[in-house]
């Protein structure tokens, strides 16, 4: 991972074993170099998107011959079973842009619900530190909060499915959740009063990530690097193309 190869890819390593084992080909050998540009550990879901470009780029080394959300069936198991993430996979398997799973459950089985996104919408974000997910996922007192902002939030959007309801119930969720450390909270309240539109906590991550437009986009990043050189800040389009095997032509 990264050129690290003491990195302990738990989900993606797992993910690909899930694969040949139901492929009948887990005798095999396969080594496996990923590049990961967005934070590891940070709420971005790089687990799930490693995963599954994992799965993708097996399958063809292994002459695996499955629809894509065959494929992406390993990689969501590998999440849940490490714990790194609860749906991420069924969403970046197939999916683009902005919205909110409303209904849960394996590749091709869940339901995306994509909101319009404004032109030149913009996202910017502040990664702190790692997070372990698992030891979140795993507290019965967090579970039950997450479950209870999550029905509400939820009902909420599916009310009105817009890019603004999505944002700040994503702002109300994460207030609520009462995982936002002090620095987090800063960051937050940094980005708002340079003009972000929103801005919350990464689910689940020492990160956040800002709503606003491309005239915005200096402001809150200056905002968010008056922290110090150990905030990460990054700005992002809202994406446009689906997860898949990439051409040698484009590598």
């Not at 995982?179 to 340079?194: D, F, H, M, Q, T």
């Amino acid at each position: 991972m990264n050129g690290d190869p003491s990195y302990d890819a738990r989900t993606t390593r797992r993910a690909v074993e899930l694969l040949l084992a139901a492929s009948g080909k887990g005798g095999i050998s396969i080594r496996i170099d990923q590049t990961v540009d967005t934070p590891i550990g940070g709420g971005f879901g790089s687990s799930a998107a490693a995963a599954t470009s994992a799965v993708y780029a097996a399958a063809e080394a292994a002459d695996i011959h499955e629809p894509k959300r065959v494929l992406a069936l390993s990689a969501h198991r590998a999440e849940v079973i490490e714990q790194t993430g609860l749906g991420t996979v069924s969403v970046v398997y197939d999916f683009v842009g902005a919205g909110a799973i409303t209904v849960p459950g394996n590749p091709g089985e869940s339901r995306f619900v994509a909101v319009d996104v404004p032109a030149r919408t913009k996202i910017v974000t502040g990664y702190i530190a790692s997070f372990d997910k698992k030891d979140a996922l795993s507290s019965r007192a967090v579970s039950d909060r997450i479950n209870s902002l999550g029905r509400s939030s939820l009902s909420a959007f599916l009310a009105e499915p817009t890019l603004d309801v999505l944002a700040s119930e994503g702002e109300r969720f994460s207030k609520g959740l009462a995982l936002e450390s002090p620095e987090v909270k800063k960051l937050i309240a940094a980005a708002k009063a340079a003009g972000a539109k929103y801005a919350s906590q990464n689910m689940i991550g020492y990160s956040v990530h800002c709503v606003t437009d491309a005239e915005g986009v200096g402001r809150v990043s200056a905002a968010l690097r008056r922290f110090g050189p150990e905030v990460r800040v990054d700005v992002f389009d809202v994406g446009v193309r689906k997860a898949g095997l990439v051409d040698a032509s484009r590598r």
